[in-house]
Structure formats: structure tokens, C-alpha cells
């Protein structure tokens, strides 16, 4: 059973740092796209950043959606079946929950996620931003 949970979320003032961390198991953890979401109130959800796999994992594509270019990084521990979400210079407008999810098709690019989503969510993670 695919199982993931986001954590990390918080109240920071505009400006600040917040790091995100999903844990994962069930699931060959290299072989899943990997994607964070969000959702603010009001709003639909939206696609953040997510990881597309490819068949040699050095090279793996990274994609972000525009608003979130330099300020947000993805990453990944293979190792220990976590992605995590490095959130800087964050704006009263990043608030929302976040969510981590994964996908066995895994090829797809940002786009293709971003806008179908993925296969499996994990429960979201609040994240505020004062200004």
C-alpha cells in the first residue's frame, strides 16, 4: 500500500524558509514520479514542483512551476524514501496546504503532472505566510 506523509508545514513570515518533508513507502521509490501540490482556499489545486524519472536516475528532470523558479527546490533521498521541498523567499500567497504525491507512470513531464495530477496523495501539510 502506497503510504505517504507530509510534514514540515507552519506559520513564517513573508521572506522566510520552510522546508518540507514527505515520507513514503509501499512503492519502489525510484521508479515513481514525485510531486508536491498545493491548494489554497478558494483555489483550485496546483501543480509546485515535481520529479520525472527517467531510465538512468542521474538524470532524472526536474520541473517547477513559473512562480516557484528560484525560490523552491524539490529533492529526493533514495536512500530513505523521502522528498522534501525547500521552500525560500516565501509570500503571503504561497499559503496553502501542501501535498506530496507520487505516480508509477513515471516519464511524464511538469506539464503532464501539473495538470492531470498524480496517482497517490499523502495528506497535506499547512503552510501560512504573514506578510
Known amino acids: 500500500e502506497v503510504q505517504l506523509q507530509a510534514s514540515g508545514g507552519g506559520l513564517v513570515q513573508a521572506g522566510g524558509s520552510l522546508r518540507l518533508s514527505c515520507s513514503t513507502s509501499?512503492?519502489?521509490?525510484?521508479?515513481?514520479?514525485l510531486g508536491w501540490f498545493r491548494q489554497a482556499p478558494g483555489k483550485e489545486r496546483e501543480g509546485v514542483a515535481c520529479?520525472?524519472?527517467?531510465?538512468?536516475?542521474?538524470?532524472?528532470?526536474?520541473y517547477y512551476a513559473d512562480d516557484m523558479k528560484g525560490r523552491f527546490t524539490i529533492s529526493s533521498d533514495n536512500a530513505n524514501n523521502k522528498v522534501y521541498l525547500q521552500m525560500n523567499s516565501l509570500k503571503p500567497e504561497d499559503t496553502a496546504v501542501y501535498y506530496c504525491?507520487?505516480?508509477?507512470?513515471?516519464?511524464?513531464?511538469?506539464?503532464?503532472?501539473?495538470?492531470?495530477?498524480?496517482?497517490?496523495w499523502g495528506k497535506g501539510t499547512q503552510v501560512t505566510v504573514s506578510s
Open positions: 509501499g512503492f519502489i521509490f525510484d521508479r515513481y514520479a
Open positions: 504525491a507520487v505516480d508509477p507512470v513515471s516519464q511524464y513531464s511538469g506539464t503532464y503532472y501539473f495538470y492531470y495530477g498524480m496517482n497517490y
Open positions: 520529479i520525472s524519472r527517467t531510465d538512468d536516475s542521474r538524470d532524472d528532470r526536474i
